[in-house]
């Protein structure tokens, strides 16, 4: 696993991050009874194709970012941190604290841009 600081100097893995990408989109990509597949206009079409994208995961406590990559019917988890302690506190506000895995959000997303020096 990749620790966060590793990360940010890890430009191959970065250019390859779909920052719009939402997990139930990527899922869909991939697996064949995905949630939302109508709704993407790429379908992964076998075990080469590859998705990376972050995700939050509010099943653990505290919540943590999660830099996944899909590739086929396979799942990696490439790193796991915590967001800014203000930043938590926002967002489990605004999903009314429910446990699941989550798309981060607009500010999250530029926290994550500007702390990770991507684009």
């Given at each position: 696993?990749?620790?966060?600081?590793?990360?940010?100097?890890?430009?191959?893995?970065?250019?390859?991050?779909?920052?719009?990408?939402?997990?139930?989109?990527?899922?869909?990509?991939h697996?064949?009874?995905?949630?939302?597949?109508?709704?993407?206009?790429?379908?992964?079409?076998?075990?080469?194709?590859?998705s990376?994208?972050?995700?939050?995961?509010?099943?653990e406590?505290?919540?943590?970012?999660?830099?996944?990559?899909?590739?086929?019917?396979?799942?990696?988890?490439?790193?796991?941190?915590?967001?800014?302690?203000?930043?938590?506190?926002?967002?489990?506000?605004?999903?009314?604290?429910?446990?699941?895995?989550?798309?981060?959000?607009?500010?999250?997303?530029?926290?994550?841009?500007?702390?990770?020096?991507?684009?």
């Amino acid at each position: 696993m990749i620790q966060f600081e590793e990360l940010k100097n890890n430009i191959s893995i970065l250019n390859t991050v779909e920052w719009d990408l939402n997990p139930a989109t990527a899922v869909g990509r991939h697996l064949e009874w995905g949630a939302g597949w109508a709704e993407d206009e790429y379908r992964s079409r076998g075990s080469v194709n590859e998705s990376v994208y972050f995700a939050i995961t509010t099943w653990e406590s505290p919540p943590v970012i999660v830099l996944v990559k899909r590739t086929g019917f396979d799942m990696e988890e490439l790193a796991r941190f915590r967001m800014p302690v203000e930043l938590e506190k926002k967002f489990l506000d605004s999903i009314g604290y429910h446990k699941g895995i989550y798309e981060p959000d607009t500010e999250i997303k530029k926290w994550l841009k500007t702390t990770l020096y991507s684009h």
